[in-house]
């Protein structure tokens, strides 16, 4: 077969969650499979990350204007090689793409007045066109992949497709997350923050004040992702502003980074209002550090049964959940030994083998 793949950012130096995911798919499927033909469609960038085997070719399509990139150079390319199927991987596609067509739908919070609401600029024009495109492109997809079964619900629920029409395919982890990473410091807790309103930035800090109000060890939030502008302006929103002293702000964390920023923490807040997924609660356990989790959306079906969970929409939750893990050590070394037995059950080259199966099946 003669497989595309679109993965379109995964050249750019700032890479977020799509982007690992498509990147470590195709450096398992490289591995495994020597027999299909593939072309890796890509815009040019910094981080040269992936490079070219016997069978897997990269092609750098130039324009810096992702609807140009997508809906003109894109289905171009595709058409002068001849693919057998396109795979977009990104949440979005061309509306007439040159090959039969498979797109990875990570989400569609986009189209949830609720969660989809953007901060910046950027963000919010992505939005706009990822709600144009979706409906149109959506019907003429031969397969839609999600990552959880919970998003395979949204997405049938939102867009009316059949069920058997998607597919749920599990993301992973990387490698360098493990227990090497571990630290014995374990001396400040740790959130991925982020401006979108499903990150639940302004409910988890007014939890870690809480936290604060009642801990012995008054541990520091790290607060990776964010600058300080930002995390002083949601301090400012929610009446916080004192906390500034107990926080670190670090902005944003080269992936090779992560590791290290998971293992010297005593615990990881997890708890968004909304997620598809959820690989860093998987980073986190890899690295052998305690999660609190929230107990919506597609995160519990992730987590598991033995997870620390905590209500995002409850503040105090989350802090009392902080408290027993602090105060509580068998608890906290059976989160750990949980976390530790959990990540079994998903890896890249799992995903990658699943993703595998759903191009063959476009054979002719």
């Not at 950012?9 to 195709?26: A, C, Q, S, T």
């Not at 998903?346 to 002719?364: G, H």
Request: charged letters at 25%.
């Amino acid at each position: 077969m003669r497989i595309a793949i679109e993965a379109q950012r995964i050249f750019r130096r700032n890479k977020h969650g799509m982007d690992f995911v498509i990147l470590e798919i195709i450096r398992c499927l490289q591995k495994m499979d020597h027999r299909n033909e593939y072309w890796v469609f890509v815009a040019p960038g910094e981080d040269v990350c992936l490079k070219e085997s016997e069978n897997f070719h990269i092609e750098v399509l130039g324009s810096g204007f992702y609807p140009l990139w997508e809906q003109v150079l894109l289905p171009r390319a595709v058409r002068r090689v001849k693919a057998d199927v396109l795979h977009c991987t990104s949440n979005t596609a061309p509306l007439f793409p040159g090959a039969p067509l498979m797109v990875t739908l990570h989400d569609v919070i986009c189209l949830e007045k609720e969660n989809g609401a953007s901060s910046s600029m950027y963000q919010r024009m992505g939005r706009i066109y990822s709600r144009f495109v979706i409906p149109r492109f959506i019907h003429r997809c031969a397969k839609v992949v999600t990552v959880s079964n919970y998003e395979k619900e949204q997405i049938i629920a939102k867009l009316g497709l059949p069920e058997e029409k998607v597919q749920v395919v599990y993301n992973g982890f990387s490698d360098e997350f493990n227990e090497k990473a571990a630290s014995n410091s374990r001396d400040y807790l740790l959130f991925l923050g982020a401006t979108a309103p499903k990150k639940n930035t302004g409910g988890t800090i007014r939890a870690y004040s809480l936290y604060l109000d009642r801990s012995r060890k008054k541990l520091p939030l790290k607060i990776a992702d964010l600058g300080k502008e930002q995390v002083v302006s949601i301090l400012e929103e929610i009446g916080k502003s004192d906390l500034l002293n107990h926080i670190e702000c670090t902005g944003y964390v080269p992936h090779s980074e992560l590791p290290a920023l998971y293992g010297g923490a005593a615990a990881f807040l997890y708890t968004s209002f909304r997620e598809s997924f959820g690989i860093p609660q998987l980073e986190a356990m890899a690295c052998l550090t305690p999660v609190v989790v929230s107990d919506k959306s597609a995160l519990p079906e992730i987590a598991g049964p033995g997870a620390v969970y905590a209500d995002p929409y409850k503040p105090q939750s989350i802090a009392d959940a902080l408290l027993k893990l602090e105060n509580d050590d068998q608890y906290r070394q059976e989160a750990v030994e949980y976390g530790r037995q959990r990540i079994r059950n998903f890896s890249w080259s799992k995903s990658a083998e699943a993703v595998l199966r759903l191009y063959e099946s476009f054979k002719k």
